[in-house]
């Protein structure tokens, strides 16, 4: 314990303030910062409808440059309070947090980049962040687990789809002509995989009997081919319930909290940690 | 036993016809007051039918006057015939009750107010109230017991398809002009979530090349993310189904009956109990 | 065994030609009954072709002529050589028959009865009474028995779904007004249940943002209720797979064969049987 | 050993570059092919898109010479190096390897066929040679078998998908008059393949009240439906998985390779093996 030289006090506090969700002010900052992505994501996304950015343009103005100063102090608070500023700034949510910063400022250098001020939609994915909630967690995590475990069928999967829907789209383009709208090969693979993923858009539809019938037999199969993914997953569900339920019995759970090591940013501390499990830094 | 003052003898026997459906009397009024309720809401349809309306709209009119003095008697007997009237009035099926009763009532007050009058609509879920059949209950609840506890992983679910929707829509709406039907970001998240959802009406399709591509990606991982619900669904449905077999070798099942306690209204009472298991009143 | 009065050889002989498939006689009967009957449908279709009927129509109309034929005297040869003929008669099989001879007759007697002519499409339904193949019926009595053992679930599921629609497509017909085609609350209601199913054909589609916020919700909705009859028939499947390899275990499952009793015409007696298990009489 | 009279060494040689992807050459050459089969595929799709091959007709004329040429000499040393030519050529990957090379050289024999230039799409069907990956291999013959257990109740579902097909087709064309697009039955049995897999482009849709009640029907049935091909499978896989498990136990899963015998082309020797499994020629 007496090997690590403390940091600043007021960084300290700081660090638990932005990086954490235990403490009052921690937990207030979080949903602050909550409200705060919400309200910049529905200003992109009303400033894109013309009749209301039409009308209330200054006011919309207004806020994203009240938002983009908030972010601003955010980003350079999460600078100075962590321990290896460098690491935080290449990490992927400080990258996330920097595009969530920068669009307005860019969009006085590089004049009417539309592209640009969309960008700060991904703003969105900080939300994941703040979504320290270590119950919800868990339960991504096993989502994310039966995914990763059925990885490989999946992706045997998803090419047979592509096979598929090349040559299917391919047999449509010879089959109808240019007249229903299956223009070109690529054109008829975008058809293709409409249909087969069961979406049916009706802005490309076969008009000749044979490609009506080809039409049918993409159905059936798309119809078939759903129950593969499903299949695969559900399985995957199965055995990890089965295999959670033996690992109770057991009892090598513990709980974890949302504490983050304010030297190295690993979260997922034992309750009852006083070290990082990561770094070794104390908590 | 001693303990209770019995109510007057009337009000006993209408208690029991109007919320239980055991006695002959009792399964006759809930017949009755099903078949009421179907012809209400029927009325409500046909009344929307301008055509219809135009020619029969003296009959409906009689016909939704006949059924809302029913109501109205049945919403007092009710209320007469409860211990605690106030109970009944404040919940969920009382104030179904009175929504049912008063559209007509207060289309006289309120001139021309189309939309109370569609409120009628909501009568249908009164059904809920007479479908006391003990076997589908027990098959509702298995279902909604599988619902509940994969709550927290459809939540996540949902929580990742509205991301996915709003950056989708977002990337969308940049690369997509005007033209295609992609006005805004909210028009293009309601595209995303009708394509991720294999909806697809085709009332706004991609025309560009590149749209066409992104839409591509869309429906098959639309296609992949179905898997995803059912597959819950499935696990929590197969484990229930043995945890159900379990209990059935220690046969802890008992068979209830639709009766409800005249002092508290709860119901699901065992067929010999003597007693409320609530509140203890003889029944 | 010496109780039965023996039936006329040749009736015999007829029985076992047309309603068995044991014999290679039985067989060639079956056979070209199944080619005569998909025969029979594809004329029905053929004929619904405005152009092709126009061009062919005597050959048609021959050809029709020379399938009634062969189907009334089948039928009159099932009449003869059963020995309770109006227990056949009455059968569901009877009466699919009847209706496939007849629709030529009675367009003679019943001018221009098109909707009678259509009615030769349920010849299809004749099929399944040839398919007695008894490998196809075991696996399509387990799917039968997977639907029959989840029923209640499902019909609970179809409650709730049709509740839903009547609920959403009343909100929607309040929300929509006539310009977006939500005319009348059942054409509303009917488009709730094309984007419950995730069909979404597209002829009706929301045009208010709120009615397309609400569009949303319902996809969302759908997407998720898709799980659940889904999850019902799969625990089933499992289920009902782990029950079959058990009987396996204790060998109880013997082979049956597609002969029908001369008497009760009941199929799937044992290989083994000399008598009918269901009325004694001897096969 | 001694019994097998040993190739020239070049062929030799040149069988294990061609056919194996063990050696460092090997790898070579299956990932230059690879991107040789990628690149002619996209080829065939730009060609079809009228305003590039306009542009470009040229340079696309030029690359499918090159690549026309490549497959020729791969072609001719895949014949080289085999011992047995003709089993090659007449095996499944013979013949598309045989298809993928002519087209061009027809095209000049056979004026303006472009319906044979199309058939290069099917050179997609040789990267699935090239996938050797045992891996992904494994995971597809899992897929595999798990269809294949299945099969039975697959076709038994399609058979009756498809009755249903025609004989809800049929009452559709009778109820919906030629003005909604019902104009023939198959046209009709089309649609209902389009709404029962919930695919629903809106090309043809039903306009009568009636009509729209018995699409209803359809859509919720096709919403049941769904649920079977998904239930088999889902069980098949779960079963799967479990016997995965078990004969994991039992420790009978050795690694295989992707070399290929050079006398017989049978792969999945094991990692040890010296003599070929199938006709014992030394490896």
Redesign the interface.
């Known amino acids: 314990m007496k090997d690590y030289k403390p940091q600043a006090k007021w960084k300290n506090k700081l660090h638990e303030v932005i990086y954490e969700a235990d403490t009052p002010s921690g937990k207030f900052f979080d949903i602050a910062l909550f409200i705060l992505i919400i309200i910049s ?1 529905i200003l ?2 009303l400033e ?3 009749d209301f950015d039409a009308r209330y343009h200054r006011t919309l103005l207004t806020l994203e440059w009240v938002i983009t100063i908030f972010f601003t102090l955010e980003y350079i608070a999460r600078l100075i309070s962590i321990k290896k500023p460098m690491k935080y700034v290449f990490s992927f949510y400080g990258i996330i947090d920097f595009l969530s910063t920068i669009p307005l400022y860019l969009s006085y250098i590089l004049a009417g980049s ?2 640009l001020l ?1 960008v700060r ?2 703003r ?2 900080r ?2 962040r703040i979504l320290k909630l270590v ?2 967690m868990g ?2 995590s ?2 994310q687990s ?1 995914l990763k475990a059925s990885r ?7 090419y047979v ?1 592509l ?1 598929l829907s ?2 299917m789209g ?1 047999l449509m ?2 089959v109808e002509g240019d007249d229903s709208g299956f ?8 058809w293709t ?3 087969l ?7 490309i ?1 076969p008009q000749s ?1 044979l490609g ?2 080809l ?2 037999v993409i ?2 199969l ?3 081919i ?16 089965n295999k959670k339920n033996d690992s109770k019995d057991n009892g090598h759970l513990v709980h974890v909290n949302t504490q983050a090591c304010p030297n190295c940013s690993v979260e997922g501390h034992r309750d009852d940690a006083d070290h990082c499990y990561n770094c070794g830094h104390p908590l």
Do not use: C, H, W
């Open positions: 994501v992109v996304m894109s409808i013309d539309q592209v969309a939609a991904f969105l994915l939300i994941f119950k919800f339960e991504a096993q989502l039966a490989a069928k999946i992706a045997v999967f998803i789809v096979i090349v040559i391919t383009y010879i223009t070109s090969i690529p054109k008829s693979i975008y995989i409409v249909t993923t069961t979406v049916g858009y009706g802005d539809a009997n009506q019938f039409a049918t159905m059936v798309g119809y078939g759903i129950a593969v993914p499903t299949g695969i997953v559900t399985a995957e569900f199965t055995r990890n319930g």
